[in-house]
């Protein structure tokens, strides 16, 4: 059987069941792989723990939206848009802080721009 008479589908079929045959899942390199590619999750999240996190307070809502997820079954879409709602919230909580805090309260002002001629 050659191969231009089993096309490339079939090609990559007898591929897979010979490494299959030749790495047998109760064997040391598939059980590697397995550990190693259960280990692949953990990593993902300390990556987006330290793009995150900069204080210790940061570590509530990155918990909380797992928790969510968890409980309430939700997927990324839904994850995303609470979360969203929550970034609006936190976003004008802090501009409107900024605001009284750059407001100097009590201080006169005088206009200079016009000129006494």
Request: some cysteine; proline content about 4%; charged content about 15%.
């Amino acid at each position: 059987m050659s191969i231009k008479s089993i096309g490339y589908a079939q090609y990559g079929l007898i591929v897979i069941n010979f490494l299959k045959e030749a790495l047998p899942m109760d064997g040391i390199p598939m059980k590697t792989l397995f550990t190693v590619g259960s280990l692949l999750p953990c990593v993902g999240i300390a990556i987006l723990l330290k793009q995150i996190v900069e204080k210790a307070v940061d570590f509530i809502p990155f918990f909380v939206g797992f928790t969510l997820a968890a409980s309430l079954g939700l997927n990324l879409v839904s994850s995303a848009v609470i979360s969203l709602i929550f970034a609006v919230i936190f976003y004008e909580i802090a501009s409107v802080r900024n605001m009284k805090a750059a407001a100097p309260a009590g201080v006169d002002f005088e206009d200079d721009d016009e000129e006494d001629i």
